[in-house]
């Protein structure tokens, strides 16, 4: 196949990577906040949790907003929380791809 890799492998592989400690529950409560503030519908906030129980009760490692997390928001913030002010920026572009991954799920 001259070592191409049709869309569903890499889709695959994106799935299975390793996530940051504690993405998963970092991600769900700023779900919830982006929701409480309302920067996300509560409509998207369901469809993104729901994508993440479900990649979880399935096995899966990561969902595809769960990675969108830690590459938008985790890994910018130190873990003491110490700057809120930039993780509140940080969430603006990760309220706006959440819009995007909820639109995709259905």
């Not at 970092?26 to 503030?37: D, N």
């Not at 590459?71 to 309220?95: Q, S």
């Amino acid at each position: 196949d001259g070592g191409r890799h049709d869309g569903g492998e890499e889709a695959m592989v994106l799935h299975e990577r390793e996530l940051m400690e504690g993405v998963t529950e970092r991600t769900v409560e700023a779900l919830r906040r982006l929701s409480r503030e309302g920067r996300l519908s509560r409509e998207h906030k369901r469809r993104l949790l729901t994508d993440v129980i479900e990649h979880h009760q399935e096995g899966e490692s990561a969902s595809e907003v769960e990675i969108a997390y830690e590459l938008l928001v985790m890994r910018f913030v130190r873990p003491d929380g110490e700057d809120p002010a930039k993780e509140d920026e940080l969430l603006e572009d990760f309220a706006d791809q959440c819009k995007v991954l909820a639109k995709k799920l259905y």
